[in-house]
């Protein structure tokens, strides 16, 4: 049973276009949803989290929106480059959910073409 | 402010071996996580080490072993490899032990031939 369902599996997009990437949760008791961004031969690098008293968090042109009734959260890429084209993994974490540390959902590969 | 590091980097091991593998987490940072990443089963938490003690463990057999030290490096153990052990291993090291920024080093590719 997938705990955190990310879509979608790969997503295209015009550079200088807005990229959304979407996760969902099943258990009500994680409180941490970081994401991460990971480049070919590289291990995962934590771009931003959010934890689930704020409905947004913004840090330059990467946005968090979380939806705490809908348990999902997403990433939106603002004004995105080619440097952005890399692997996006969300995450959860919480204490007491039967889960031990990050549980990550299956990626998402983003190409921002030129 | 040095970042994770995790040696080697690549290491072919045969089946039946064993093979151990290395992270030195962030200065002041005592939380040391493993994690498996493969194609088919992407990201996948092995066990947590705090203080030098295991705090959590994931769904992988006994084959797979960890220590930590009182510098807080950490050790990470396979024996009896197989050809499924193929994976980039990766370790993450954090201040606290749970909810707090973990940050990951480059890993360590793995090949089981």
């Known amino acids: 049973q997938q705990q955190v369902k990310q879509s979608p599996q790969s997503l295209i997009v015009q550079k200088g276009g807005i990229s959304i990437i979407n996760c969902a949760y099943e258990?009500?008791?994680?409180?941490?949803f970081p994401w991460y961004q990971q480049f070919p031969g590289k291990g995962p690098a934590l771009l931003i989290a959010?934890?689930?008293?704020?409905s947004e968090k913004k840090e330059g042109r990467f946005t968090i929106s979380f939806n705490k009734s809908a348990k999902q959260f997403s990433l939106h890429i603002m004004d995105s480059q080619p440097g952005d084209s890399a692997t996006y993994f969300c995450?959860?974490?919480?204490?007491?959910?039967?889960?031990?540390?990050?549980?990550f959902g299956t990626g998402t590969r983003l190409l921002v073409s030129p | 402010k040095a970042g994770v590091t995790q040696t080697p980097r690549y290491l072919i091991k045969t089946r039946g071996q064993q093979v151990t593998l290395s992270c030195s987490p962030i200065s002041g940072h005592r939380s040391v996580s493993w994690y498996q990443q493969t194609p088919g089963q992407g990201l996948q938490f092995l066990f947590e080490?705090?203080?030098?003690?295991?705090?959590n463990k994931g769904n992988f057999p006994g084959r797979f072993s960890g220590r930590q030290f009182s510098n807080s490096r950490s050790e990470m153990n396979v024996s009896t490899l197989e050809l499924g052990d193929s994976a980039l291993y990766l370790c993450?090291?954090?201040?606290?032990?749970?909810?707090?920024?973990?940050?990951f080093g480059q890993g360590t590719r793995l090949t089981v031939v």
């Open positions: 080490y705090f203080s030098e003690t295991q705090r």
């Open positions: 993450a090291s954090s201040f606290g032990s749970s909810n707090t920024e973990a940050f």
């Open positions: 995450a959860a974490e919480g204490k007491n959910t039967g889960f031990q540390k990050l549980v």
């Open positions: 959010i934890r689930p008293d704020v």
């Open positions: 258990n009500t008791a994680f409180d941490y």
